[in-house]
Each structure stands twice: as C-alpha cells, then as structure tokens.
C-alpha cells in the first residue's frame, strides 16, 4: 500500500492551489518510508540466523497491525497536519515491520521449507502466488479505498496481520541454525504417520 499508493494517499493531505505540489510532497514521503524499509530489509536479512525466521516474522507482523491500526486511527480523528505525520509514522512504521518480517524473511522460508526434490517447483510455485496476491491488492485497493474509506482499509490489513501473526505462531516452525538438510528432515519427522 505505501510503496505503490503512497503519493495518492498523501497528495489530498498536502493540500494545495497547485496539485502538482501536492503530488510531489507525496512523492517525497513515499520515498522516506520506502527507504526506510529497504535499509530495515538488510538488517534483518543480517539477523535472520541469529534471532530466527519465526521470531522475525511474530515482530513482523505484530508491528504491523500495530502500526496499520495507529495509521486507521490517525486518519479518524487527526486533521491536517496531524493527519499527514500520524500516516508517515503509520507508514514508516509498518514498512519497519514488514521489512523485518515478510520482506525479510519470506523468501528465505520460500527456499528452504521444501524436500530438495520439490524445492525450485514450491518456490515457484509461491513466488506466483505472492506476485499475483500483489497484484490483486494493487488493483483492489483504489476501488476498496473508494468504498469504505482509508481508515477501515487500513483496520483490514491490520487484521490480515493478526491472522498472519497467528499463523506464525502456530504453524511455522522455527529453522534458525539449521542446515537445509536437516531442515527436510524436521519436516519429514512431522508427517502424520
């Protein structure tokens, strides 16, 4: 949502007789929040074997619907100026997080969690779902944002999050400091026999 509607979300809040500034301030705070995320991308790929995929992705997610919620309740009861900082700290917040968690990790699962027979297949395999699911919230989101305002668009996500955080707790198993041999072994151990 910010890396790709962030200039559309934030031109209304910079409001001014020329729309163009507009767009070019929310071209700038895009800019600082993905950023932002692209440098907490390559921390977290540096820590991913020290504090491990699923404590990655809890914090991941959970600063994610925190920082998603924040950003709903900034935009109903901020205005101006208040608005604008509460939606770039909302945004810098989840690009934080999700650099930590998805960004940082998910395609480190997508390669390792899978018997080397099928590993290349899955990972393929997953890596189209990711991209189409992209693709679907680009194109759903204008339209979804248009329906129901930004603040309950952004109360979804945040209960996406909460759902992933879930998931993480209670499906994933941890991986950190194992080889990708043992790694298939863990998983063929947990076959229901």
Same mark, same amino acid.
């Given at each position: 949502?910010?890396? @790709? @509607?962030?200039? @559309?979300?934030?031109?209304?809040?910079?409001?001014?007789? #020329?729309?163009?500034? *507009?767009? /070019?301030?929310?071209?700038?705070?895009?800019?600082?929040?993905?950023?932002?995320?692209?440098?907490?991308?390559?921390?977290? %790929?540096?820590?991913? #074997?020290?504090?491990? /995929?699923?404590?990655?992705?809890? =914090?991941?997610?959970?600063?994610?619907?925190?920082?998603?919620?924040?950003?709903?309740?900034?935009?109903? =009861?901020?205005? +101006?100026?208040?608005?604008?900082?509460? =939606?770039?700290?909302?945004? &810098?917040?989840?690009? &934080?997080?999700?650099? %930590? +968690? !998805?960004?940082?990790?998910? $395609?480190?699962?997508?390669?390792? @969690?899978?018997?080397?027979?099928? /590993?290349?297949?899955?990972?393929? =395999?997953?890596?189209?779902?990711? $991209?189409?699911?992209?693709?679907?919230?680009?194109?759903?989101?204008?339209? $979804?944002?248009?329906?129901?305002?930004?603040?309950? !668009?952004?109360?979804?996500?945040?209960?996406?999050?909460?759902? *992933?955080?879930? %998931?993480? %707790?209670?499906?994933?198993?941890?991986?950190?400091?194992?080889?990708?041999?043992?790694?298939?072994?863990?998983?063929?151990?947990?076959?229901?026999?």
């Amino acid at each position: 949502m910010p890396f @790709y @509607y962030g200039p @559309y979300i934030f031109a209304p809040f910079f409001g001014s007789s #020329d729309g163009l500034s *507009a767009i /070019r301030a929310g071209i700038i705070a895009t800019l600082i929040i993905s950023a932002t995320q692209t440098a907490i991308v390559l921390v977290a %790929l540096k820590y991913i #074997d020290k504090i491990g /995929r699923k404590g990655l992705g809890k =914090l991941g997610y959970l600063g994610m619907a925190i920082f998603l919620a924040f950003g709903g309740v900034s935009v109903m =009861l901020f205005s +101006g100026i208040g608005k604008v900082i509460g =939606l770039i700290i909302s945004f &810098i917040g989840f690009m &934080i997080f999700f650099g %930590l +968690g !998805v960004g940082g990790i998910g $395609w480190t699962i997508q390669g390792e @969690y899978f018997p080397t027979n099928i /590993r290349g297949t899955m990972a393929s =395999l997953l890596a189209f779902i990711n $991209w189409t699911s992209n693709f679907v919230l680009i194109e759903v989101f204008p339209a $979804w944002k248009a329906a129901i305002g930004l603040a309950p !668009v952004m109360f979804s996500f945040a209960g996406l999050s909460i759902i *992933a955080e879930i %998931l993480f %707790l209670f499906i994933l198993p941890e991986t950190k400091g194992m080889s990708v041999e043992e790694i298939a072994e863990m998983f063929e151990n947990m076959k229901v026999k």
